[in-house]
């Protein structure tokens, strides 16, 4: 059975920085596609990183470019997210999902999802 699972949320300052991990299992990923998406209160789940399964090609929503940076590590099945400058806005509960023969990354053709972690940030 697939499990991916989230870590690192919380509260946080404006400005601060923090790092979300995912810890995926039940199968190999190493030609998965990974992605973050989030999801904000009263909006739509939304796109904010995704990085390749061969590691060299990173995308990122325009809103965070400069400010989060998506990695891998293929031999722990596991993606991160190191997010710097928070920004309120960015208040949202984050998601991993991951998928093959998908680039760019689609909400819609993610085959499969975190349960989400939250992170909060004051302003």
């Known amino acids: 059975q697939v499990q991916l699972v989230e870590s690192g949320g919380g509260l946080v300052q404006a400005g601060g920085s923090l790092t979300l991990s995912c810890a995926a299992s039940?199968?190999?990923?190493?030609?998965?596609?990974w992605g973050w998406f989030r999801q904000a209160p009263g909006k739509e789940r939304e796109f904010v990183a995704a990085?390749?399964?061969?590691?060299?090609?990173?995308d990122y929503v325009d809103s965070v470019k400069g400010r989060f940076t998506i990695s891998r590590d293929n031999a722990k099945n596991a993606v991160a997210l190191q997010i710097n400058s928070l920004k309120p806005e960015d208040t949202a509960v984050y998601y991993c999902?991951?998928?093959?023969?998908?680039?760019?990354?689609?909400?819609?053709?993610?085959?499969?999802w975190g349960k989400g972690a939250l992170v909060t940030v004051s302003s």
């Open positions: 990085i390749h399964w061969n590691g060299r090609s990173t």
């Open positions: 999902a991951t998928a093959r023969g998908t680039w760019p990354l689609l909400r819609d053709r993610m085959a499969y």
């Open positions: 039940g199968r190999t990923f190493d030609t998965y596609n």
